[in-house]
């Protein structure tokens, strides 16, 4: 009798420790609910190295602003910072409460850098007002920043990976924005999104199928050496700088189709498995530089309703 009560006492200890170690001592975890209760002190987010146990929910801070009768404004005033996390977890910085819409307002810097997202993570609907550095990030599930705002100088998705979806549709980079050696297995979706500063996809390696339609390039739009393993799309675009596709690898159909280059295009050593489709288009300073361009065979170049135009047209009588 005496054995078994020590036993039962044995396996209860055991249990209450087990729960107590499940965020801070197990494997550097850390409960989400601390990076919240910090925000909510006012004090800056800094966490390295360290495995975030469940879900991340910035909505969840305290202070909340009405904006209308349907939307609330969660307000982070303090830098949030993570270097090589791991999050176990959904991250997200949008949803529904009390019957409100809630979306998050970041005042200062986000980093997630070299960061592991196992779960989804929802950034859409935020605004940043300062830089945004996701370097090095890996999204095993989705990535989603839809109708973000972002008011910085910088914008960073160096060299990430990407193993689904990665969106971000109707968005607003007030910056540059660098895709530099990014590699998505997934959908790669900007469509209807506004760049007013350099957007640099340069080395980007997609075997997913690239949505640029109805996107906005106030400055260059940079894809030199990009593989593109499936369609790409640029139709009813608009590029006010330059498009650089120089040594560019498109192993499907692309569309540059409907839209307006008000710059230089630059096509040098790209290679086309498909047809490209220019049809529609207007190109401001004549025709494309395409020089060692090729298409293999059956591919086409498709030119219907295409113009070129000359100095003549710029400058009429």
Not at 181 to 196: M, P, R
Not at 301 to 317: S, V
Request: glycine fraction near 6%; aromatic fraction near 12%.
């Amino acid at each position: 009798m005496k054995n078994t009560f020590l036993n039962l006492l044995l396996i209860f200890f055991i249990t209450t420790s087990c729960k107590a170690d499940s965020g801070n001592k197990i494997n550097n975890g850390i409960d989400a609910g601390e990076i919240i209760n910090s925000i909510d002190k006012g004090k800056a987010v800094l966490i390295k190295d360290m495995i975030i146990t469940d879900d991340l929910d910035f909505t969840k801070i305290k202070r909340h602003d009405v904006f209308s009768t349907s939307l609330e404004i969660a307000r982070i005033e303090v830098p949030v910072t993570f270097f090589n996390c791991i999050f176990m977890g959904s991250v997200t910085a949008n949803g529904m409460q009390s019957q409100r819409q809630v979306n998050t307002h970041f005042s200062s810097s986000i980093t997630f850098e070299a960061c592991d997202f196992r779960g989804d993570a929802d950034f859409s609907n935020i605004t940043v007002a300062g830089m945004v550095n996701f370097t090095g990030a890996t999204f095993r599930e989705k990535a989603l920043f839809n109708n973000a705002t972002f008011k910085g100088r910088q914008v960073y998705f160096t060299a990430l990976n990407s193993e689904k979806l990665f969106s971000m549709q109707e968005s607003r980079i007030e910056g540059s924005i660098d895709f530099f050696k990014a590699k998505v297995s997934g959908k790669f979706s900007f469509q209807s999104s506004d760049f007013w500063g350099i957007a640099r996809f340069s080395d980007l390696d997609c075997n997913g199928k690239s949505d640029f339609s109805l996107t906005n390039f106030r400055s260059d739009a940079l894809f030199t050496y990009a593989n593109f393993g499936n369609e790409f799309r640029m139709a009813n675009t608009t590029v006010a700088g330059r498009l650089d596709l120089i040594s560019v690898s498109f192993q499907s159909n692309a569309w540059l189709s409907n839209a307006v280059f008000y710059g230089k295009v630059n096509l040098t050593k790209t290679e086309v498995k498909g047809n490209l489709d220019l049809s529609g288009s207007l190109f401001m300073l004549g025709k494309p530089v395409m020089d060692e361009f090729t298409i293999q065979s059956p591919g086409q170049l498709i030119k219907d309703g295409t113009r070129f135009a000359t100095f003549d047209e710029l400058n009429p009588e």
